[in-house]
């Protein structure tokens, strides 16, 4: 078994949020930013929703959240059981209060009015006022195919404005990208005393963790490369293997590659860094590709097996 190290840390830019500060000034302005666009594209209101946390076996045993993509671009805070209406630009949060018991269990958290200070919402209201402030907004379909033209519209001005990155997006992007670079870099050197995939798995995921950058994904760390989205990690690492790695640090920022199970790494080898980036690339920006989940960063690496 691979014992817990020590991990590379490194400090996000002051344009990146972070738990521990809150969102950026530059976060801020671009919220106000993107707001303003979207009303440019689309002259309705428009509410969003940012969904609620899954129950695994009892209501206070959930999965981890993770808020709509397309509240988060427009609130830039991953607030469960909120709405966002946006209206000429402006935004307006719905949100209740925390349990009075909450705290207890949690601790103290911030309340609605704070959070909508955060995001630089003009007004906040409990959920219960939503009725009488949304008016004529329109929401995102259920169902595409059932949308309405105002919905297809609305999809499409989404769509439009989140083609083009702005500084924010790109500075929390090449954050996640260094990160997630990081931890194949610890997978990488966790192979040389890994027994099975899922020790490797740990030392990615470890990295992550600590710069509390959550898996964008569920990590693929497998022998069996030739199964799609192998989601097993019991296989014994033997010279020679190929582990396949595909594990990314949200933003999200995806890093498929393949590395040599158990190292050292062949002299000659150099793993994936800005000196291995074509030069057309910002640094730390590897290219992008487009998934169903969103803009993904990728990083795509071939590694031999241990002769």
Known sequence: MVAPQAVNRIDPSPAVSHPATGLSVLARACLGRRRRALA???SAPVLLGSGQPVSRNFPANTYPFRASSHFLYLAGLPLAGAALLV?????????????????LWHGPSPSPADHAEAMAAQAVY?????????????????????????????????????????DWALAEMRWAAQVSVLAHQAGMAATRHAATEAEVRAAI???????????????????HGEVLHNDHYHHPLHPGDLLLVDAGAETPSAGP???????PFPVGFCPPSETSMPSSWPPMMPALRRQNRGWNTGIYTSWPAVP
């Open 40 to 42: 440019q594209r689309f």
């Open 205 to 223: 995921e470890q990295v992550m963790m600590a710069h509390q950058c959550p898996c964008a994904y569920t990590s693929i760390v497998t022998t």
């Open 257 to 263: 590659q393949t590395l040599p199970a158990p190292g």
């Open 87 to 103: 209206e000429d630009g402006k935004a307006t949060l719905f949100m209740d209060d925390p349990d009075p018991g909450a705290a």
């Open 126 to 166: 409990p959920l219960a006022e939503l009725p009488q402030h949304r008016g004529e907004a329109v929401e995102l379909p259920e169902n595409l195919a059932q949308a309405t033209p105002s919905q297809k519209s609305l999809l499409q001005a989404l769509v439009e404005l989140r083609l083009s990155h702005d």
